[in-house]
Nanobody
């Protein structure tokens, strides 16, 4: 499975960005997730969605501001980010895998994209 992210960039605080993650194949048992990693910090869970899009889960830090969704019959996962804050600045990664532990455990996701930079200026 290959994952390719797009949509990152530079935005002012309070602005919006939409990230996309295109998957080369779809697999019904996979959970699709977004993580992010800021310089000097550990990789942080952001949001998750079941392949069918019927279940979503968010980190408290983004709840109410970010929305994860699937399009193109699950081939693409999007992350709509609104009301962005400087602390949202990070490299955002899309990942996929079979859920065997809590969503936040990044070790369980077998497939990762290359990441896309999001920078929020104050």
């Amino acid at each position: 499975v290959q994952l390719v992210e797009s949509g990152g960039g530079l935005v002012q605080a309070g602005g919006s960005l939409r990230l996309s993650c295109a998957a080369s194949v779809t697999y019904r048992r996979y959970t699709m997730v977004w993580f992010r990693q800021a310089p000097g910090k550990e990789r942080e869970f952001v949001a998750a969605i079941s392949w069918a899009g019927s279940f979503t889960y968010y980190a408290d830090s983004v709840k109410g501001r970010f929305t994860i969704s699937t399009v193109n019959a699950g081939n693409t996962v999007s992350l709509q980010m609104n009301s962005l804050k400087p602390e949202d600045t990070a490299v955002y990664y899309c990942a996929a895998g079979t859920l065997t532990a809590s969503y936040e455990r990044h070790e369980q996701y077998s497939y990762w994209g290359q990441g896309t930079q999001v920078t929020v200026s104050s």
